[in-house]
């Protein structure tokens, strides 16, 4: 299936990142997998090392904290947390960093149930870094392709999952 990504520098040191992609499946499945924190595990570059700290709870609520521990370069151990701001069923839900290394991260997780039997899937992630400007070296160095890498692996597991 098709996946598109693009990353787009505003103003102020705000980035947004947005990822699409279909899938051959009914919008309950879809969003069965995507409200399970747990499934992170599965769609996550195995060298990140991307684990859930919160608990294996199936619960899906708005104000939810989850957490989740990764490792940055292989040695580098990051922890995030974030709160589930808003749900509307099978339709988006909205999280929110809490705690972790982005000075604000906002990630919407859209779906839409097509004609064809496909779901599309839309991301879109507003974040923005720490110590700004000195951070635009950062982003040009790191980021933005850590992003793509991370988001087009994450799409390739989805329509594995989904295809099966």
Excluded: C
Excluded at 31 to 46: G, L, R, V
């Amino acid at each position: 299936m098709q996946m598109r990504t693009a990353n787009i520098k505003n103003s102020g040191g705000l980035y947004t990142f947005y990822s699409k992609q279909t899938v051959n499946s009914n919008i309950q499945n879809v969003w069965d997998f995507f409200s399970k924190t747990k499934n992170i595990e599965k769609i996550m570059p195995k060298k990140l090392e991307f684990k859930n700290t919160s608990g294996r709870s199936s619960e899906f609520y708005e104000g939810k904290i989850v957490g989740f521990k990764f490792k940055l370069f292989k040695f580098i151990p990051i922890n995030i947390q974030s709160e589930i701001k808003k749900i509307s069923h099978n339709r988006y839900f909205i999280d929110n960093q809490i705690y972790g290394p982005y000075k604000f991260w906002h990630h919407e997780h859209h779906f839409h149930q097509n004609d064809n039997e496909t779901v599309t899937i839309v991301d879109k992630v507003k974040y923005k870094l720490y110590l700004y400007p000195f951070s635009k070296i950062i982003y040009h160095l790191i980021i933005k392709k850590q992003l793509k890498e991370m988001f087009s692996y994450r799409n390739l597991k989805i329509n594995q999952i989904f295809s099966q």
